[in-house]
């Protein structure tokens, strides 16, 4: 039953993983236009479920094995990456979604531009983490 949850949990880490480099990509590159509040709000929901997501791999080990994942060295190092990310991505999307009606063009393609790019990172750490823990 863990390896199941923690696969259904993986599955859920996975899809959020591709939407916000997948989404900052196509904005940062691909989309001209003004402010996308809505698909701001939708990227700071993914970075939520990222992060809690990411939380439950530790809960479920707890549960079962009566202590957190044993973890050292680059695994510690690539988690705190992508705690990081999920954070700045976090409060830059909630920023978008609330004052990136009033910012320029040039400003919001940063923004995905740091979306996409946390987002890499986050995913590049989590190959670190998988293979060093």
């Excluded at 949850?5 to 939407?19: D, K, P, W």
């Excluded at 990081?84 to 990136?100: D, E, N, P, Q, T």
Aim: glycine share 10%.
């Amino acid at each position: 039953m863990q390896n199941l949850i923690y696969a259904l949990i993986q599955v859920i880490h996975n899809f959020g993983a591709a939407a916000i480099v997948g989404i900052g990509a196509y904005e940062t590159w691909l989309v001209r236009g003004g402010p996308k509040r809505r698909l701001a709000s939708l990227m700071a929901i993914i970075w939520a479920l990222q992060a809690s997501s990411g939380a439950l791999f530790g809960v479920v080990t707890y549960h079962y094995d009566h202590h957190l994942p044993d973890i050292h060295g680059v695994a510690v190092d690539a988690l705190l990456i992508k705690v990081i990310c999920a954070i700045l991505g976090f409060v830059l999307a909630i920023s978008y979604a609330k004052w990136g009606s009033g910012w320029s063009p040039q400003k919001c393609r940063f923004i995905w531009g740091a979306s996409f790019a946390l987002g890499a990172a986050a995913l590049s750490s989590a190959a670190f983490l998988r293979w060093f823990s």
